[in-house]
């Protein structure tokens, strides 16, 4: 059984989708709703360029690349080799030939060279920064017993460090977008006011939790913000 929740298809039957053609041919892929959600929040466009900068295994690049059109170009980066050769496999199955991918550890800025430099930076930067995964508790039970409270104080450290360098990769009046599959305020609002509070040329434009056990997805979290100079 196939039901449409615009712009995806939830897909119910016997079988898993990696079984299906459609999925071997490169012309689905598997995304919770709730990750969709934060793909939607960069409102990626065609001719744009664009920065996944903790990009994992690809699932939001993939997602952005496709919204682009395949015009433009989406620079993937994560700190694992290792996701980063998924990624490349799932863009090359899915004909995504703007897609670059490279490594990044989240010290300084990469060199994205002259195509980035010469536009003033890019026009879209998505954070979706390491996180407890509290909003993946519902599929990951086991999660809980992984993690503690006083862990919540260094994520933030972590989530604050990759936001202010990330975004300063974003030109004039271009959007970053933080995200994290988490519900905690501390991973969230709280890194979004003190990002906001050290750096006064950004605006923030909207902030929302997605997703929940009602809608059978996670919980992720996005905030979208302007570069206004």
């Given at each position: 059984m196939v039901e449409e929740r615009s712009p995806a298809l939830a897909v119910v039957g016997p079988k898993g989708?990696?079984?299906?053609?459609?999925?071997?041919?490169?012309?689905?892929?598997?995304?919770?709703?709730?990750?969709?959600?934060?793909?939607?929040?960069?409102?990626?466009?065609?001719?744009?360029?664009?920065?996944?900068?903790?990009?994992?295994?690809?699932?939001?690049?993939?997602?952005?690349?496709?919204?682009m059109q395949g015009k433009g170009a989406v620079h993937a980066t994560d700190l694992y080799e290792n996701k980063l050769k998924d990624l490349?496999?799932?863009?090359?199955?899915?004909?995504?030939?703007?897609?670059?991918?490279?490594?990044?550890?989240?010290?300084?800025?990469?060199?994205?060279?002259?195509?980035?430099?010469?536009?003033?930076?890019?026009?879209?930067?998505?954070v979706d920064a390491p996180c407890s995964g509290s909003g993946t508790w519902r599929r990951h039970?086991?999660?809980?017993?992984?993690?503690?409270?006083?862990?919540?104080?260094?994520?933030?450290?972590?989530?604050?460090?990759?936001?202010?360098?990330?975004?300063?990769?974003v030109r004039p009046g271009g959007l970053v977008v933080y995200a994290t599959c988490s519900?905690?305020?501390a991973e969230n609002e709280d890194v979004v006011a003190a990002f906001l509070a050290a750096r006064p040329e950004f605006a923030l434009r909207a902030q929302q939790l997605h997703g929940n056990p009602a809608e059978d997805a996670d919980t992720t979290f996005t905030a979208v913000l302007e570069r206004m100079g």
């Open positions: 989708i990696y079984e299906l053609a459609c999925h071997r041919d490169g012309l689905v892929d598997i995304q919770d709703l709730a990750s969709q959600q934060i793909g939607l929040a960069v409102d990626a466009r065609p001719g744009q360029t664009v920065w996944d900068c903790c990009a994992g295994a690809g699932g939001k690049s993939l997602q952005l690349a496709a919204a490349r496999r799932r863009a090359r199955r899915a004909g995504w030939a703007n897609l670059r991918a490279g490594l990044w550890d989240g010290d300084r800025l990469p060199d994205f060279g002259p195509e980035v430099l010469g536009r003033g930076g890019f026009d879209r930067v998505l039970p086991d999660g809980r017993l992984r993690f503690a409270p006083d862990q919540l104080p260094d994520l933030a450290a972590v989530q604050q460090s990759l936001l202010v360098t990330a975004a300063e990769a519900w905690f305020r």
